[in-house]
């Protein structure tokens, strides 16, 4: 999201206008809306399958860092009695 809000910093406002015209021309006024449509449900699919991957790797890495911590907190006594 951020790359984009960069690229649109980047334009002027005629710039703007143009691509907007463009738009129009090429998909009319009533076909705008089904596009936004289109494209809205596009990106909160992608949003919800990253969203799963990321939950995925976070449950099977649970144990591995606990684990991690385990041995921290073991380290951590040892080094506590010398």
Avoid: H, W
């Avoid at 015209?21 to 909160?44: M, S």
Wanted: hydrophobic share 40%.
């Amino acid at each position: 999201m951020n790359t984009l809000l960069i690229l649109f910093l980047n334009l002027g406002g005629g710039e703007l206008v143009m691509i907007v015209l463009v738009i129009l021309v090429l998909f009319g006024g009533k076909g705008i809306p089904g596009i936004a449509k289109t494209l809205g449900k596009g990106l909160r699919e992608f949003k919800n399958a990253t969203d799963g991957i990321q939950r995925d790797i976070r449950e099977s890495t649970k144990g591995i860092t606990e684990e991690v911590n385990e041995q921290i907190k073991e380290v951590k006594k040892e080094i506590e009695k010398e």
